[in-house]
Nanobody
Framework: QVQLVESGGGLVQAGGSLRLSCAASGNIFSIDTMAWYRQAPGKQRELVATIHSSGTTYYTDSVKGRFTISRDNAKYTVYLQMNSLKPEDTAVYYC??????????????????WGQGTQVTVSS
């Protein structure tokens, strides 16, 4: 099986920075796309940023110019550098790994996985 473990959340004042990390572990061969989502209280989960194994990135409009997504393919780890944080960035941030190729015994699988979530709180 595959697990995603997130770290780096916390409380920060508006204008501050945080860096989230998400490491995938297991008998992994490859991961196509890694992404960060967030869910604020009373709102639906929304996509924040994605990065393909090729390095192609995508950002939702509200974080462009402030957040940077990156990944270490050798470590199956994705990062989210968040700068100029705003109170509206407050949410639980979830890591997602899409197209994860892994082995289980003699079988090869491809599945998607989610992390457990990490709280980011930005005070005004």
């Amino acid at each position: 099986q595959v697990q995603l473990v997130e770290s780096g959340g916390g409380l920060v004042q508006a204008g501050g920075s945080l860096r989230l990390s998400c490491a995938a572990s297991g008998n992994i061969f490859s991961i196509d796309t890694m992404a960060w989502y967030r869910q604020a209280p009373g709102k639906q989960r929304e996509l924040v940023a994605t990065i393909h194994s090729s390095g192609t990135t995508y950002y939702t409009d509200s974080v462009k110019g402030r957040f940077t997504i990156s990944r270490d393919n050798a470590k199956y780890t994705v990062y989210l550098q968040m700068n100029s944080l705003k109170p509206e960035d407050t949410a639980v941030y979830y890591c997602n790994a899409g197209g994860v190729g892994y082995s289980s015994g003699t079988n090869y699988h491809v599945d998607d996985y989610w992390g457990q979530g990490t709280q980011v709180t930005v005070s005004s």
